[in-house]
């Protein structure tokens, strides 16, 4: 994805083999741009529904649509 494409509660699906350890889940945008005092854009804040929020870079996040679960419902690994 690109800077322009985000926005916050996008459903969102980090690419596999990812450097962080969490390729292939899938989560929701949070916010976008710079965080803990830097200047600079440099990646997502990504909720994984765990007790974890990640930053991951827009090249390794994919669009998804969760439009087809039912409401409250979300896909994890088990």
């Known amino acids: 994805m690109r800077w322009e494409e985000l926005k916050p509660e996008q459903s969102v699906r980090i690419c596999?083999?990812?450097?962080?350890?969490?390729?292939g889940r899938c989560g929701r945008v949070v916010a976008i741009g710079a965080f803990i005092g830097i200047s600079e854009r440099i990646?997502?804040?990504i909720d994984i529904h765990e007790p974890l929020l990640l930053i991951i870079e827009p090249e390794a996040l994919d669009e998804i649509d969760f439009e087809s679960l039912p409401l409250g419902w979300a896909e994890f690994d088990i």
């Open 16 to 23: 596999d083999n990812h450097d962080s350890g969490f390729g």
């Open 43 to 45: 990646g997502a804040l």
